[in-house]
Nanobody, 123 residues
Framework: QVQLVESGGGLVQAGGSLRLSCAAS????????MGWFRQAPGKEREFVAA????????YYANSVKGRYTISRDNAKNTVYLQMTRLKPEDTAVYSC????????????????WGQGTQVTVSS
């Protein structure tokens, strides 16, 4: 049983930066792959980024590659999403998720989810 809590969302101007955090509890954090997903109004949830349990590999959606960086701090049981050069189309509710060991871009493969945090980018 893993619990995830996101934080760090807010309102920023286009071109700005924001860092999201996801704190995990109730499991062995270092043995879970972590992913970030987002859902904009009227759209389905989409994959953003993921990091393997070993922290050896990362994977990004093409829409955010080069602008977002996913990282983890196993000592703090926390995964981060550093977002730079933000665009209005990045506006969405961002959620973190966890699954054993290896990452995936398929939301159906993740077992645990946080409540989400709102990111709004103004033009």
């Amino acid at each position: 049983q893993v619990q995830l809590v996101e934080s760090g969302g807010g309102l920023v101007q286009a071109g700005g930066s924001l860092r999201l955090s996801c704190a995990a509890s109730g499991g062995t954090f270092s043995r879970y792959a972590m992913g970030w997903f987002r859902q904009a109004p009227g759209k389905e949830r989409e994959f953003v980024a993921a990091i393997n349990w070993s922290n050896d590999n990362t994977y990004y959606a093409n829409s955010v590659k080069g602008r977002y960086t996913i990282s983890r701090d196993n000592a703090k049981n926390t995964v981060y999403l550093q977002m730079t050069r933000l665009k209005p189309e990045d506006t969405a509710v961002y959620s973190c998720a966890a699954r054993p060991f290896y990452y995936s871009d398929d939301e159906g493969r993740y077992d645990y989810w946080g409540q989400g945090t709102q990111v709004t980018v103004s033009s």
